[in-house]
């Protein structure tokens, strides 16, 4: 049995749609649906084998964990799930209340990255939960860091501005970033259904890029997003894993390291099936 990790955003629907229908899900396979957070936590207490991990996570278990080359849930611009909603620029948010959503992990660090060493400010960080309402509604912060579908779905209210960190993390470094890696325990590697799993993520990667107009009409009412309103979304989304996202993801630990988000730069550990 090969216990896997599914995000419970529309972002990972076109890889795990196969995978997740009871009906065409192999009968050794068990799925787990979450926040990134949370399977971050189950990968780390060994309660998962794989998963779609924020992609910080590599840097904290780089001796536990290896990451499926080929497939990742990145951007190259704007990618319209990872969005700050503010009250003022970037630039002007030296001292503000930022509030940071619990569910992520990776997207949290790159707010930091933005707002400290491109914007050259320094904030006061909170956490708050997506559940609990918005925190910039009930004026408990002047900016607030909203992802996955939360972020597609929160609109704009007047006064606010919006940034969007895919956008101006490319617009900065000229490189794409990478939010999620699929991501193996090593202790999972003997499985002799791993290497099956595997080839059966990287295909679904292959198909997605051909089926997304259907994909997005099956699950339109799944998350509650008009069906062209999604496609425009996964487009807008890099599914593949390429040298120019392993540059944009070791910029992104560098980084991290230096704020002491991690301890050390990483050597990544790939697995190929």
Known sequence: MIRLGNIAYSNCYPIHAALCNPERRPPWLRVTTGPPTQLNAMLARGELDVAPCSSIEIARHADEYLALDGVCIGSEGPVDSILLFARAPLEELHGARVALSRASATSRVLVRILLEVKAGVQPSYRDFDDAAGDPLDRSEAEAALFIGDAALQRRKRPGETVTDLGAVWTEWTGLPFVYALWMIRAAALDDPELPGLCRDILEARDRAEKD????ARDAA?????????????????????????????????????????????????????
């Open 212 to 215: 997304l107009p259907q994909l």
């Open 221 to 273: 009412t799944i998350f509650e997003l008009d069906p062209e309103r999604l496609l425009a979304y996964w487009r807008s989304v890099r599914y593949r894993y390429t040298d120019a996202m392993a540059e944009g993801l070791q910029l992104f630990l560098r980084h991290a390291r230096d704020l002491n988000a991690i301890p050390v730069l990483p050597e990544i550990r790939y697995y190929r099936p």
